[in-house]
């Protein structure tokens, strides 16, 4: 089992950046597929970014071109960058890990961080 744990999350302007970091524990880190969801008031939780333990990324169609996913296997990290920044990405962002992609929503989960864009 992995632990996870978010930071980085506040109030941002429409238009304005923010930087989600999400440290995990343990020495397997980098076999592990990662990815961010976000959870707004009344709406499901939905998947907003991947990256699978070989680097490859997959994003949410509303947020392509916008957020960016990374890695540091060294630090057992992993970021999400996001630009940009509309009222409509208010929620809570988890990050989440798995031994792959697909069973992400099974995996492990951290607590989750505040994501306020104001218009």
């Known amino acids: 089992q992995v632990q996870l744990v978010e930071t980085g999350g506040g109030l941002v302007q429409a238009g304005g950046s923010l930087r989600l970091s999400c440290a995990a524990s343990g020495r397997t880190f980098s076999n592990y597929a990662m990815g961010w969801y976000r959870q707004a008031p009344g709406k499901e939780r939905e998947l907003v970014a991947t990256?699978?333990?070989?680097?490859?990324?997959y994003y949410a169609d509303s947020v392509k071109g916008r957020f960016t996913i990374s890695r540091d296997n060294a630090k057992n990290t992993v970021n999400l960058q996001m630009n940009s920044l509309k009222p409509e990405d208010t929620a809570v962002y988890y990050c989440?890990?798995?031994?792959?992609?697909?069973?992400?929503?099974?995996?492990?989960w951290g607590q989750g961080t505040q994501v306020t864009v104001s218009s």
């Open positions: 989440a890990a798995a031994r792959a992609v697909a069973t992400l929503r099974q995996g492990s």
């Open positions: 990256i699978r333990s070989g680097g490859s990324t």
